[in-house]
């Protein structure tokens, strides 16, 4: 199941990469952006207390979505603020793995999966 998000995330970041607007206005999808910028931040935080021993992947996955969207300003702060934000809450919560955590996980990764198969569905070309 990761596999196939890391794989939506990665397709969702080819397909939404746009030219960079001269005033980088808002898109319409910037609310599910930085939705998925929050699980994406909440995965790199659980899935390290639960041993996965994944690294620095779901930071990657962010830097990846941030480098194919160009965002900038307004957008960029808030798309890192969404990861941040996503990390830094379950750091408050969770010192250790427990089944919270685990059920936290794969009910995270269901959601951005969903999230990136419906971005990619409405907005890829």
């Known amino acids: 199941m990761i596999k196939a998000f890391l794989a939506v995330v990665i397709l969702l970041s080819a397909c939404l990469a746009t030219p960079a607007r001269a005033q980088d206005a808002a898109a319409p999808f910037d609310g599910d952006l930085q939705r998925l910028a929050e699980i994406l931040g909440a995965l790199h935080y659980l899935r390290g207390i639960c041993g996965s021993n994944e690294g620095a992947k779901w930071r990657n996955e962010m830097q990846a979505l941030i480098d194919a ?45 969903k999230i990136s198969r419906d971005l990619t569905a409405r907005y890829a070309n």
């Open 69 to 113: 969207e160009t965002p900038s300003g307004d957008r960029r702060a808030r798309m890192i603020a969404g990861f941040n934000r996503g990390y830094n809450g379950f750091q408050q919560t969770y010192r250790t793995c427990t089944p919270a955590a685990t059920v936290a996980i794969r009910r995270y990764i269901e959601e951005g999966s």
